[in-house]
């Protein structure tokens, strides 16, 4: 029997009983995050069903679908965690990774290549046909228990081939992605950081400033119908 299924069959107040930890409530168009425990195994689960009415039946299964899809397009791809299914349309079941913030961990937890393997994490995605979407949250960015860079909440993400407005945002996502990779470098290693990365931290594209202009009170309406209920 696989993972999902028997999460499945536990029913909700039972996979409350399996949390041990809440990494973060839910709250507007934010999913709860919990880890449980299963068969000895922990898993990430990101849970939208919190949400308001509205939210759920549509925003929520939406973003699960699209993160899902990341997940599965990137399946083997090391440095990113696996995904096991959905519970439903709104709950995203997810491999839980022994990582930390990036940002959180001394420099001698890092490994000597962590931005070279970084680096050659973002241009698989990228390669792959997807784009994060949110790196310049370095939040995103954890370092695993062995030195290496391991990428998370993919919710933000654009596949290609899914619909012509992917196609049009998915450069503009690509760019966003390095952004992250430059912000970090700046961050962990500013020996390593150079003129061009500075450059291409404050050069924006004219679509892509619209783009963000557009973005933001987006975000605000998205929180106030999640609050609707």
């Not at 709250?27 to 299963?38: D, H, K, M, S, Y």
């Not at 519970?87 to 961990?105: D, S, T």
Request: glycine share 6%.
């Amino acid at each position: 029997m696989n993972t999902v299924t028997e999460l499945n069959q536990l029913g909700r107040q039972r996979l409350e009983e399996l949390t041990v930890a809440v990494a973060r409530p839910g709250q507007a168009a934010r999913p709860a995050v919990r880890v449980v425990q299963l068969n000895g195994c922990e898993l990430v689960i990101k849970d939208y069903a919190t949400q308001g009415s509205w939210f759920k039946r549509l925003l929520g299964s939406f973003l699960v679908a699209r993160e899902k899809a990341a997940y599965q397009r990137l399946e083997d791809v090391e440095g990113v965690p696996r995904c096991y299914g959905t519970l439903g349309p709104c709950i995203l079941v997810l491999e839980r990774v022994a990582a930390q913030p990036v940002l959180a961990a001394a420099p001698e937890q890092l490994s000597d290549d962590f931005l070279e393997v970084l680096t050659a994490l973002v241009t698989n995605l990228h390669r792959r046909g997807v784009a994060h979407g949110d790196l310049e949250k370095l939040t995103n960015i954890l370092v695993d228990q062995h030195g290496q860079p391991v990428l998370v909440d993919f919710a933000a993400s654009i596949i290609t081939g899914s619909n012509p407005l992917a196609a049009l945002l998915f450069p503009l996502l690509c760019d966003s992605d390095w952004r992250g990779v430059h912000k970090l470098t700046k961050h962990i290693a500013p020996g390593q950081f150079t003129a061009e990365q500075q450059q291409a931290l404050t050069k924006r594209s004219w679509i892509e400033r619209l783009f963000r202009r557009i973005r933001e009170p987006l975000r605000e309406f998205i929180k106030r119908c999640a609050y609707d209920r």
